[in-house]
């Protein structure tokens, strides 16, 4: 008898903590995710089967998980925000939300959560969103594999596809978003993990933050923004395996860094953008093992940036591989492979044994006067840079690289 009492209590401990199902369809006894929001406590799941739910502010302050069938659709109609999560370990999954309400006065959301922790927002798919997935103050949660596609026109009347301000320990892995003001956009948020994410035609930035420090970026792909990421204010970021590609226009570039420090940017692609990567105001910052191809500049190196290091890397094809601003040099060019490089390596060692001079005078010329650039290529492009390597006079006489590569680098991108 003790053993079949002991084992009904097993029973009904095991249902309360898995919690009960509550399925919503037009023609259930539940038939709007409202009412099931209503019902539900802590612990239910909300299994949403397919179809058309015209509903919008829905408050979810259980910890709940809601789960399309078959990708029902949720149509906010314009009306506002439609998701606003304000209770822990909150999960959404497999629902296509369209039709949030914009606003020029509230930044209206598909799905805000607010000073909550241990969520999980993945497979949605968010259509024609003012802001995608909006993050306020809460951690430790994670956006996995879901798709943000808008059709915004200018920054100025559209959000952003992930949003987060003053969080911490978030995961956003595996999503696609598109056409909208910035792909993913981070203030005051650390300790933040992108990966596997593809960030296209947005109308601003590709990925764009801003005093948020300790974050780590890996194999993600930036391409066709107006500008790719833009990386501001912050410190500790690391940037490896990722590609920047196709981010052209007349103040484009793949990555902008603009007063960071003690960071590293490593593995990554640079191709076929207007700048590959503009420094503004950068300290202590790794360049290596990266791939400059077929850029209008590899790199623009303006003011206030010291104690750089770019080894490794390879220059190829790049109209320009390098643009500076000032007379001192206080950065480390060594060991990379640069393709206009005409110099011998007698001792057959793969280092040239003329160091190279990667800052043109007419690259000088044109980074202060751009009109210059119709005279790229010509005869009189040949003669102002020899005229300078022959005798430095408006480009730093100590920026070269000592030991280029004579042979492109083979970068392990696995």
């Not at 406590?41 to 015209?54: E, F, H, M, P, R």
């Not at 956003?172 to 910035?182: A, S, T, Y």
């Not at 005409?342 to 751009?370: A, W």
Request: hydrophobic fraction near 35%; glycine fraction near 8%.
């Amino acid at each position: 008898m003790k053993f079949l009492f002991f084992g009904l209590i097993v029973m009904v401990a095991i249902q309360f903590s898995f919690g009960k199902t509550i399925t919503v369809c037009m023609n259930c006894e539940v038939s709007t995710l409202k009412e099931a929001i209503e019902l539900a406590a802590d612990g239910d799941v909300i299994l949403v089967k397919s179809g058309t739910y015209n509903e919008s502010n829905l408050i979810i302050m259980k910890s709940i998980t809601i789960k399309g069938e078959n990708q029902p659709v949720v149509d906010g109609q314009r009306q506002g925000e439609i998701f606003r999560i304000g209770a822990d370990g909150v999960t959404l999954d497999g629902l296509t939300v369209k039709n949030v309400g914009k606003s020029y006065t509230t930044d209206f959301a598909a799905i805000r959560i607010v000073e909550s922790k241990n969520f999980v927002i993945k497979n949605m798919v968010l259509e024609e969103p003012f802001f995608g997935i909006y993050l306020q103050k809460s951690h430790h949660g994670k956006i996995l594999n879901n798709k943000v596609i808008g059709s915004a026109k200018s920054e100025f009347d559209a959000g952003n596809a992930i949003h987060l301000w003053y969080c911490t320990h978030i995961e956003i892995n595996g999503n696609h978003v598109q056409g909208v003001r910035d792909g993913i956009y981070l203030e005051f948020s650390d300790d933040v993990l992108i990966k596997n994410n593809y960030s296209k035609g947005n109308v601003r930035y590709g990925l764009h933050f801003m005093f948020s420090n300790n974050d780590v970026y890996e194999n993600n792909i930036f391409e066709s923004n107006d500008a790719g990421v833009a990386v501001m204010y912050s410190k500790g970021i690391d940037m490896h395996y990722n590609t920047f590609k196709e981010n052209w226009g007349s103040a484009s570039y793949g990555l902008l860094l603009k007063e960071i420090s003690d960071s590293k940017i490593t593995h990554n692609t640079f191709r076929n953008n207007t700048v590959g990567i503009t420094a503004e105001g950068g300290n202590r910052v790794e360049f290596t093992h990266n791939d400059f191809i077929s850029n209008g500049w590899a790199v623009k190196v303006k003011g206030a940036c010291y104690y750089n290091i770019y080894t490794n890397n390879n220059f190829l094809y790049n109209s320009f591989d390098l643009a500076y601003d000032g007379g001192m040099n206080q950065n480390k060019f060594e060991n990379n492979y640069w393709s206009d490089y005409t110099g011998y390596d007698l001792d057959r060692d793969g280092i040239g044994d003329v160091p190279y001079r990667p800052v043109k005078l007419f690259s000088y010329v044109v980074n202060r006067v751009p009109e210059g650039i119709i005279l790229l290529r010509s005869i009189f492009t040949d003669l102002l840079d020899f005229s300078e390597k022959v005798s430095p006079v408006f480009t730093p006489d100590k920026l070269m690289d000592e030991k280029p590569r004579m042979k492109k680098i083979d970068h392990d991108r696995n």
